[in-house]
Nanobody
Framework: QVHLVESGGGLVQAGGSLRLSCAAS????????MGWFRQAPGKDREFVAS????????SYADSVKGRFTISRDNAKNSVYLQMNSLKSEDTAVYYC???????????????WGQGTQVTVSS
């Protein structure tokens, strides 16, 4: 079992930056690949970024590539999402997730946080 808690969301102007954090507890963090997903009102949950267990492999949605960076600190049991050059279309609830397979598919992740709201004003 892994318990995930996101933080760092908020309101930011377009062009600004935010750094999301996700703290994990309850199991060996380095055993899990980690992902960030988001869900805007009226839309399906979508993939944002993912990171392999070691942190050596990353994957990004085309919509965030070059603007967002996912990273992890296994010593701190945490994963991060640095978001730069934010756009209004990035507005959503952002979720971190943990799974045994490094994947872009939500169904491959077994554990989810409660989400943190990111609102980008234009």
């Amino acid at each position: 079992q892994v318990h995930l808690v996101e933080s760092g969301g908020g309101l930011v102007q377009a062009g600004g930056s935010l750094r999301l954090s996700c703290a994990a507890s309850g199991s060996t963090f380095s055993n899990y690949a980690m992902g960030w997903f988001r869900q805007a009102p009226g839309k399906d949950r979508e993939f944002v970024a993912s990171l392999s267990r070691s942190g050596g492999g990353t994957s990004y949605a085309d919509s965030v590539k070059g603007r967002f960076t996912i990273s992890r600190d296994n010593a701190k049991n945490s994963v991060y999402l640095q978001m730069n050059s934010l756009k209004s279309e990035d507005t959503a609830v952002y979720y971190c997730a943990a799974g045994f397979l490094w994947s872009r598919a939500p169904a491959q992740y077994d554990y989810w946080g409660q989400g943190t709201q990111v609102t980008v004003s234009s």
